[in-house]
């Protein structure tokens, strides 16, 4: 039987460090099953001096889910971004053309990191900032341009599929 090489392993182990310190992150903020009590008044102690989340449709939108559907809901919401951004590396990887590997990383680098910001604003790693979780949040430019980061995707995607035979060019 061969062996896996090198970057694979790292890869996977990569990946399972990454999935097993979001879960212990999500735990820390809700418990297993959520309140699922419905439309309330949200509190947390010490996100704001008051205890209140102002405007919790907008920024701060993951810790109302993870409060509602519990650790499950949250861990949902970052194993589909989790895996939107594998995608797009993956697009990034077969890409034909320097431009387009390029393009795909940055976008989906860019994707990763709108969520990077807003669940570590919600659980206080780092400070909030007026970036929307994508897809998610409440805002319209936000989410016009999150579906032509999707659109790009698709089309270095598509490109990338329909001819896999091509020789892949260089960065220069």
Do not use: W
Not at 1 to 21: D, E, Q, W
Not at 71 to 76: C, I, S, T, V
Not at 98 to 116: E, H, N, P, R
């Amino acid at each position: 039987m061969r062996r896996p090489s090198f970057g694979r392993r790292l890869r996977r182990t990569v990946t399972l460090c990454v999935l097993a310190a979001l879960g212990l992150l999500v735990a820390a903020v809700s418990s297993p099953g959520g309140t699922a009590v419905g439309h309330q008044t949200y509190s947390v102690t010490n996100l704001v001096s008051d205890g209140t989340i102002p405007a919790a449709h907008t920024d701060v939108i993951y810790a109302v889910i993870v409060d509602e559907l519990g650790l499950f809901g949250g861990a949902a919401i970052l194993v589909i971004a989790l895996l939107f951004v594998a995608r797009g590396f993956k697009a990034a990887t077969m890409a034909t053309e320097g431009f387009s590997t390029l393009l795909a990383a940055g976008l989906s680098a860019v994707f990763a990191l709108q969520v990077f910001v807003i669940v570590g604003g919600v659980t206080r790693v780092i400070p909030l900032t007026g970036v929307t979780l994508p897809f998610v949040s409440y805002g319209g430019s936000s989410i016009v341009a999150n579906f032509i980061l999707v659109a790009l995707l698709l089309v270095i995607s598509d490109r990338a599929r329909r001819d896999p035979g091509r020789v892949r060019g260089g960065l220069v």
